[in-house]
C-alpha cells in the first residue's frame, strides 16, 4: 500500500487515536516533554531488528539487513515478528506494537533499528508504553513511515531518535561512514551534502538551494511529510515553536506537496518554526492534466513568507546516500550554505 492511499483514513485515524483503546497505553497530552538523550552505542553492542510497518517480502532482505549490522561490529537480536505478514503489515497491530516494547525493554538491546518503512507504524501509537521508554531509552534509527515513530517518541517520551537508513535499505560507504561517525564516534555532525561533479563541469547532483537565507537554531523536528501530516490532530505531533522543520517525501505529485503543505499552515505549525530543511522529493513529477505548480514554486509559496532560514537539497529522504539526523536534536542551520550541524550532544554522558 501507498502511503498517500494510507492518507484515505488519516483523519479518521487521528481522531480515534485521542479515544480510549482496550489495553493501549496512555498517550500524554501534545505538550513540551523534558528532552531524554539514549545511551551512547559502541562497536560489539547488541541491537534489535524490527518491523513496525510493512511486511518484506524477500527474505534476502532479511538476511541482508542482520549481515550489514554484523558488518558495522554489532551483535543482532531479531524480534520476534520481524519476519511477520499480516496484509502488507509485518505482522498485527498488537505484535508489532508487542516487538518494539519488548526491544526497548530488553537490557541487553542497546539499539533498535526498523528494518523498513511502507506504512502501519501509525497504528502502533496508542500502543506503545511510553512510561517503559522512558525508563529505557536507547536509540531509534528509520526513516519514511518510521517518521511515526519518531514523532510518537518526541512528544510522548522526549526521546531522541535518529532518522536515517532502514535495515534492508543500502549500506554503502557514505551511509556506513555516517553511522560509525554518529553512534561510535559521536561526533557532533556538520551536515553539508557531498559535492561530487562526476564527469559534469559544474555539479548537479546534490545542489542544496536556498530559499530565504539565514542562520537559525532549534531542535528538529519533521521527517517524511505524508506520514508528519497524517499525524494531525492527534497528540502525536510534537510541538512546533522555535523547530528546525525538516521533511522529505517520495513519489507524491506537486499538487499533493502543496495539500500537505498547506495542512501545516492551516494547523498554524508553519507559523512557528525558526527554520526549514528540505531534503529530497523522489520522483515527484507533476502527472498529466493542466499543468502544475513546480515544487520549487510551491516551497516559494510556503516557507518565503514565514521569513525565517529555508533551503532545499539536504541528502534526507529516498535517496541512496542519507544523512544520519537526530530527531529532537538542537542544530543550527546555515540556508545560505546549505548545511546544518549539530550544537550539543545526542547521547547521554
Known sequence: ?????????????????????????????????????????????????V?????TDDPLDLQLAQEAMEALGLKVKVAPHFAARHGHLAGSDRERAGD?????????????????????????????????IRRNPKVLLGYSDITALHNALLSQAGLVSFHGPIGAGSWNAFNADQFRRVF?????????????????LVQRRNRTVTITGGKAQGELVGGNLSV??????????????????????????????????????????LDKVAGVIFGECTDCD???????????QIFDDYFKPLKVPAYR???????????????????????????????????QG
Do not use: W
Open 286 to 296: 507533476p502527472g498529466n492534466g493542466y499543468g502544475s505548480l513546480t515544487l520549487p
Open 1 to 49: 500500500m501507498h502511503r498517500r492511499n494510507f492518507l484515505g483514513t488519516a483523519a479518521l485515524a487521528a481522531t480515534a487515536l485521542m479515544l480510549p483503546i482496550a489495553g493501549s497505553h496512555r498517550a500524554f497530552a501534545a505538550t513540551p516533554r523534558k528532552r531524554l538523550l539514549p545511551p551512547a552505542l559502541n562497536p560489539g553492542d547488541t541491537v534489535a531488528l
Open 51 to 55: 518491523s513496525p510497518s510493512g511486511a
Open 228 to 269: 508528519l501530516v497524517a499525524l494531525a490532530g492527534s497528540s502525536y505531533l510534537p510541538d512546533f515553536s522555535g523547530k528546525i522543520l525538516f521533511l522529505e517525501d517520495v513519489s507524491e505529485a506537486p499538487y499533493r506537496i502543496d495539500r500537505m503543505l498547506s495542512t501545516l499552515r492551516l494547523m498554524g505549525a
Open 184 to 200: 561510535f564516534e559521536r561526533e557532533q555532525m556538520q551536515y553539508r551534502n557531498t559535492a561530487e561533479k562526476g564527469d559534469e
Open 100 to 132: 518494539l516494547n519488548a526491544m526497548f525493554g530488553d537490557k541487553d538491546v542497546k539499539a533498535i533499528v526498523c528494518v523498513r518503512g511502507g506504512s502501519g507504524a501509525a497504528r502502533l501509537l496508542p500502543l506503545l508504553d511510553y512510561g517503559l
Open 313 to 347: 537539497g539536504a541528502m534526507i529522504g529516498h535517496i541512496r546516500q542519507q544523512f544520519i539526523v537526530p530527531v529532537g536534536g538542537r542544530v543550527e542551520m546555515d540556508a545560505d550554505a546549505g548545511t546544518f550541524r549539530m550544537l550539543e550532544p545526542v547521547f
